[in-house]
């Protein structure tokens, strides 16, 4: 590409500016900008500097980066939400098991103690009923003789 933006067209491929290129003045010389008047430098009045292709080309690649870097930076700050929260997932993770070993203990100990309550219960109403069992069976064993010293005539 030439400093003037004409590129390889038009002029058998010689670095003349193009009528787009030297701006509204149109017979300016390069670099003048087409200020009218001729005294077209960077402090006059008028002065409107020349674009070429290569200047179009670095502000489009920089607003290229400018783009990618701002998605490179809202990735980077997502990451570390994502990291805060993984964190956090963690902490909670540690503490849910912490408390499920606590919750197993104590279901444990109140499982045994539960089993030891059921079975005292099953021991006092097996006595209960043993007693009971006494209480009706020995006056009648002793009635019947069985049980010596019954109640029957014996003359």
Same mark, same amino acid.
């Not at 491929?13 to 009528?19: E, L, Q, Y």
């Not at 990735?75 to 570390?80: E, F, G, T």
């Given at each position: 590409?030439s400093?003037?933006?004409?590129?390889?067209?038009g002029g058998g491929?010689? *670095?003349?500016?193009? !009528?787009a290129?030297r701006?509204a003045?149109?017979?300016?010389?390069p670099?003048?900008?087409g200020?009218?008047g001729?005294g077209?430098?960077?402090g006059? &009045?008028?002065? &409107?500097p020349?674009?070429s &292709?290569?200047? *179009?080309?670095i502000d489009?690649?920089q607003? /290229?980066?400018?783009?990618?870097?701002?998605?490179?930076?809202d990735?980077?700050?997502?990451?570390?939400e994502?990291?805060?929260? #993984?964190t956090t997932?963690h /902490?909670q993770?540690v503490? +849910?098991?912490?408390e499920a070993k !606590?919750?197993?203990?104590?279901?444990e /100990?109140v !499982?045994n103690k539960?089993?030891? !309550?059921?079975?005292r219960?099953?021991? $006092? +109403?097996i006595a209960?009923c043993?007693?009971l &069992?006494?209480? $009706? +069976?020995?006056?009648i #064993?002793k009635?019947?003789? $069985?049980?010596?010293?019954?109640g029957?005539d014996h003359?």
């Open positions: 590409m400093r003037y933006g004409g590129g390889g067209g491929g010689r *670095d003349t500016p193009t !009528k290129s701006g003045g149109g017979d300016a010389p670099g003048r900008g200020a009218p001729g077209g430098g960077p006059a &009045a008028g002065y &409107a020349v674009r &292709a290569e200047d *179009d080309k489009r690649v607003r /290229e980066a400018d783009v990618v870097l701002n998605i490179y930076r990735n980077v700050a997502k990451m570390l994502r990291g805060d929260a #993984l997932l /902490e993770t503490e +849910l098991n912490v !606590k919750f197993k203990q104590s279901s /100990e !499982k539960m089993w030891w !309550k059921n079975m219960m099953t021991l $006092i +109403l209960v043993v007693v &069992a006494l209480v $009706i +069976l020995f006056p #064993l009635a019947t003789g $069985i049980l010596g010293g019954g029957g003359d």
